[in-house]
């Protein structure tokens, strides 16, 4: 970081900051020039707040010279982060993983029914909302515990690992308990205590990024994981929203290789919630695994028209196989595989 001084600041003034980021553990250099001074800043400047800073009147400009995050940063870290979901190995060079299930749990029955489908073609964790964030208040919230408890069961029978989201702090023993991925939803993106909560914790979490959320503001809601100590940290692209109408969300693809330089996490794709379209999710998926995405989670549904959330964006089991075989050989043309 580098803070630009005016000419006519005053010596205590510099002092007394130079002194006060010193004590947070940053090496300052000053450097004198004919017009103005400059303060060269190095080690871990998250901790400076850069718009207090710029509040100060004879600090003319503060400016970043590296990413604000620095637990996900491929700087401080080059080799990938592998994350694992109960034996399953997510990152790095391991096999591409694919995720199904329902958007929200329906009972045990049709849980157990999906879950047998979803490993058949070829998925390796079940998906399923028990606890459902909705925007209108009047639409189908989930089935709550009971809704953790019919996945459980289907994890049993076909030793698929859950994936499931957490929506606040007060279940998070009943998901570390029963969930194998907790998943962090877009709307809880830049919940702060919970990310916070979830980072003292030692499962994976899969964070989803929020719907206006630039790629800069998800990376650092990694950070609060991270930095509560918990490392194992799945990125989640599911769409943003933009003026388009076509699609549900906007699929931010470039997302992908820029996470891959920027940090060492793994990133998977959530076309279901960006395309908003069960006929646009094929194309898509598969153009995520050539961009070099590490997973993707996908909804199926043995009944997308009497799905009771998210019908118009499920796949039946049929196609959800089909893609499968599919992306299979687009995995292969860019050296990867599929589990």
Known sequence: MIITLKKDALQNEIDLLIDELEKLGIIVNLIQGNNFNVLGLVGDTSK????????????KDVTRIAAPYKLANR??????????????KV??????????????????????SVANKVKDAGGVMLRGGAYKPRTSPYAFQGMGYEGILAMKEASNKTKLPIVSELMSADKIDEFVENVDLIQIGARNMQNFDLLKAVGKINKPILLKRGLSATIEEWIMSAEYIMAAGNPNVILCE?????FEKYTRNTLDLAVIPIIKERTHLPIIIDPSHAAGDYKLIESI????IAAGADGLIIEVHENPSCAWSDGAQSLKPEKFKTLIEKAKKVANAVDREIL
């Open 48 to 59: 400076v707040d850069e718009q207090r800073l710029k509040a100060y009147e004879w600090i």
């Open 75 to 88: 700087m401080f870290h080059p080799e990938d982060t592998i994350v694992d979901v109960s034996g399953i």
């Open 91 to 112: 990152g790095g060079n391991n096999p591409i993983v694919i995720i199904g299930g329902p958007c929200a749990v329906e009972g045990l029955e049709p849980i157990i």
């Open 285 to 288: 998926s598969l153009a995520a």
């Open 238 to 242: 599911r769409g943003i929203r933009t």
